[in-house]
C-alpha cells in the first residue's frame, strides 16, 4: 500500500470509537490487538496503521493468539453469512470431495497436535497449496508453528486492513 492517504483511512479514522473497535474486531479477534490499534486511531497513513498492526501481532501473547485464532473457521469450512473467510478460502470452492476429506482429516490431526485451528492466509492458495502447507506445517515444532501462526495471522490482518481502507475505491 501506497505512504498516500486512501479515502478509506479517512472513512476509518472519522468513525467513533465504539465503531472502530467494532470493525477491528471484524479483522482479528484479538482484543489486545483491536486494544493496540485502537490506542493509534486515528492514523496519519494507511502505513501507519499497518505498521501498528504488525507490531501489535508482535505483541500477542499465547493466550491472545489463540482469542484470534478462534475468529478463525477451519480451512475448507468457511463461516456461512461470513464473505470475508468466503473470500479468503476462495481456493477451496471447486475443491473435488476427496480433496475437501483430506482437509478435513488433517485439519483434525494439525488440531489434535497443536490445540487449535490451523491458520494461513488463504487469500489466493489453492485447495491444493493449502493442502500441502497443512501436511508440512503438521511437522513443525510447537514453538515453530506457533511462530508461522503468527507471521500468518499478521499477513491476514494486513491483507483485510488494507481491504477495508480500499473498499468503495
Known sequence: MESSSPPGLARFNALA???VARVLHEICSSTAWG???L???PYATADDLLTASD???AALSPGDLAEAMAGHPPIGRPKPGDPASER???GMTDASEALRAEMLELNL???ERFGHVFLICATGATGEQM???LRTRTTNTPDRENATTRTELGKINRIRLT???TEGE
Open 131 to 133: 493442502r500441502d502447507a
Open 39 to 41: 490506542t493509534g486511531h
Open 88 to 90: 479468503e478460502q476462495r
Open 109 to 111: 490431526a494439525y488440531q
Open 163 to 165: 481491504r477495508l481502507l
Open 55 to 57: 507490531a501489535a501481532t
Open 17 to 19: 470509537h465504539d465503531e
Open 35 to 37: 486494544r493496540a490499534l
